[in-house]
């Protein structure tokens, strides 16, 4: 079995943090965050979504991308300390009196301080493995019991944390063990998302775990319902991914069909990143079943439709675009562009002004993007696709856009001197708008202070 894939190193700063789930990435301040049934429960004060409320559930996963990006006074793989593990021992130890305890923290304790955030919780299940019964059921079922023993709960994000150990000791050592693992996970999920110790169930034998999780889809529990979904994302970010369904996502799409109206939002927008992950591969596949979908749709369907086609819209897919309504191939043209400044320092905001005009003789509705294509640490050119309008723009009108790019490194984002172009892209087609110079911040050499004559 392969290794668990460590989470990129985590970032610890403080403000400002960003859930981040396929390829979009919504920036919200964090104000309190607390455990909740359905993952972290998170009061917000901003979002880059108008729709979004001042109060969300985040699930766990989008917990943890989030806190990856949080400005935290302290690391967060210090979440995993002594405390912590006396307390994973003291609720085992409650339901299983032989549980040794401080063989168990000793083990866990060898080296944890080395380890980032990730491998603290492979590390500590390993830890479990060597002090539970080595019967991989009667110490899963050890574990399950234990979830019941009541516990001091961190009052934060990292509180679904203290379950990582046991979904990693579920993942690692429960494959040889399918019902045993399959009943773990199906609790374990209520508490810690378990999206990513199913994957190796996947792999292993997809057909057994596709009934299992066919029957999840039915589930009273919308954490369940969404492990189905999330669980089968072929390209999951920072998980193991699923050849099989890449290649063919066809088992995938029929548990889709079985969640497309869910009653969660929670379960319906794991649904429209897993087909955003499909479209990846499958641009057609997933704009027909987007088509279809479309007919006596719902608002909370239209919404996993729009949500889904979010990653084909970004790259000017036609058959996307006109099923969301847009113009693929719009008849405007680009006047008035202004760039300020023509010259920028690094740290500092360019600000961009333009007009769509129409050359068509009817109404156009208009979705409007803008790429910036930048220098990358090699000196290679990127590109980032930047959302940015939809206008219902009238015939022979004009429409006056503006926006700015941003040049102060962030955290997931560092940028580099030279030539920036940017172009925007209206429906399928891209028009260029112009470019700018950035250059490093000069560096002001200290004044060389003179020596004090010596007085007489």
Known sequence: MGEIPSVPKLAHSAGAAATRSGDETS??????????KRGVFAHVVGSRHEAAPPQMHISVDAALLAVQWCVMAAPLKDFFDERLVRRIANTIAAV???????????????????????????????????????????????????????TTREDSAMAGFFYLPHVTFVARWGLEHFDASMRAQHALTQRFSAE????????????????????????????????????????????????AFIANPAPVLELLELLRDDPALYVRRSVANNLNDIAKDHPDLVVDVCKRWSVDATPERKW??????????????????????????????????????????????VRFAFDVVSEATKNQNLLVDYIVHHPGASGKTR??????????LEAKGRARLEAKVSLVDRTIRKHYPGTYRIDVRIGATDLP????????????????????????
């Open 27 to 36: 920036a919200l301040t964090i104000v309190a965050v607390r455990p909740s």
């Open 96 to 150: 299983h009196s032989d549980f040794p305890t401080e063989k168990f923290v000793a083990q866990s304790m060898v080296g944890l301080s080395k380890l980032e955030l990730l491998d603290r919780g492979k590390h500590v299940a390993d830890a479990l493995a060597k002090t539970l019964p080595n019967d991989y059921e009667q110490a899963v079922d050890i574990l399950l019991r234990s979830l019941d023993v009541p």
């Open 196 to 243: 990513f110790s199913i994957r190796y169930f996947i792999l292993r034998d997809a057909d057994r775990t596709l009934k299992v999780l066919r029957s999840f889809a039915n589930d009273e529990s919308e954490h369940v319902r969404r492990l189905v979904s999330e669980g089968t994302r072929p390209r999951l970010p920072w998980a193991v991914r699923l050849p």
């Open 304 to 349: 996993i439709i729009q949500h889904a086609l979010r990653w084909l819209v970004k790259r000017g897919f036609p058959g996307a675009i006109t099923l969301l309504g847009g113009a693929a191939r719009p008849k405007v043209r680009i006047e008035g562009v202004n760039i300020e400044p023509s010259r920028a320092q690094l740290g500092s905001v």
């Open 383 to 392: 590109s980032k696709v930047w959302k940015l309008r939809r206008i219902e």
């Open 433 to 456: 708008l112009g470019s700018f110079d950035v250059a490093a911040p000069a560096v002001s050499k200290p004044r060389p202070v003179k020596a004090k004559r010596a007085s007489a």
